[in-house]
């Protein structure tokens, strides 16, 4: 029967993510789709996660775990399982979030509309000490608005949503430019430009997560040590605007581009205010130390 089933893959980019792989593993392969292949990129690590790999890839013969030797960038691996996905639909797999066993199976009917181009459940967020605790106010649906709202709607948040299911043409037809901050912005906005993403309720993602600032994100995906937000902010307008000009999508990357502007201008008195501290400061300790 799984032979007639379209094949969805399931990517999963690790690295050093012993603490919390285990339980995203068990949601993975407890997932009661029957024509599911796994794709596991261990990105170098140094810590338990090849041998906890190793354990699941000898029980799961649909898993296929592929060594880095050396380490790519954090969203280079995310990119690297997807361009080794085999099926017709696709899913990225956090090694610490979770999901529940119906998650592809009842995402997967969304795709009958031939304008989705991705479909995801309901949002749970955590820390790992309280339980789970619904977004009901994550509004990601944008079925049924202008393209140039769809745009914006995704410019202006945070777009868990790249977890969901997605028809693997549609994201292989976007042209991706890298940035380090923001990564996965210049691919939602290639997508909401080119399709529809579908709220399913019912079937559950959790995801963990750790509050940061967009520079502490930044440094996590790249492994930089030192992130300035004015060219962050700079390599995400220019990596926006050359993937959906690349794409074939021009006006979608001005409005793109203007819309990510938008955003960060609500921030910009804050961060000009600090600055000013910062400098006031400075000078204050300059002067003290003449005195």
């Not at 979770?98 to 031939?114: G, W």
């Not at 990564?183 to 995801?207: E, Q, S, T």
């Not at 001005?254 to 400098?279: D, M």
Request: aromatic content about 12%; proline content about 5%; charged content about 20%.
């Amino acid at each position: 029967m799984s032979d007639t089933l379209p094949l969805v893959t399931l990517g999963v980019p690790v690295r050093n993510g012993a603490a919390m792989l285990r339980a995203a593993l068990d949601s993975i392969v407890a997932q009661d789709y029957p024509n599911i292949e796994i794709i596991v990129s261990d990105n170098a690590s140094d810590d338990a996660t090849p041998e906890i790999l190793a354990e699941y890839a000898a029980r799961h013969p649909n898993m296929r775990v592929i060594r880095q030797e050396k380490a790519l960038g954090a969203f280079d691996n995310f990119l690297f399982v997807m361009r080794q996905a085999k099926g017709q639909f696709f899913a990225w797999c956090a090694h610490d979030d979770t999901r529940s066993k119906d998650f592809v199976s009842m995402l997967l009917p969304a795709f009958a509309d031939p304008q989705a181009v991705l479909a995801f459940g309901d949002l749970y967020v955590w820390d790992g000490v309280r339980e789970p605790l619904l977004r009901s106010d994550y509004d990601f649906e944008n079925e049924g608005l202008p393209r140039w709202r769809r745009l914006r709607m995704t410019a202006h948040m945070q777009c868990y949503h790249i977890y969901g299911l997605w028809r693997l043409s549609a994201l292989r037809s976007i042209r991706y430019h890298p940035t380090y901050w923001w990564p996965d912005m210049p691919i939602m906005l290639a997508a909401a430009a080119d399709g529809i993403f579908k709220h399913v309720r019912g079937p559950r993602f959790n995801y963990f997560e750790v509050v940061k600032t967009d520079a502490e994100r930044a440094a996590y995906q790249d492994y930089r040590k030192h992130i300035s937000s004015l060219h962050g902010l700079a390599a995400l307008l220019v990596g926006t605007g050359a993937t959906l000009v690349q794409s074939g999508k021009p006006l979608a990357g001005f409005l793109g581009v203007a819309f990510i502007l938008e955003k960060y201008a609500r921030y910009l008195p804050y961060y000009v205010s600090g600055r000013v501290s910062r400098w006031m400061a400075g000078r204050k300790e300059s002067h003290l130390r003449c005195l």
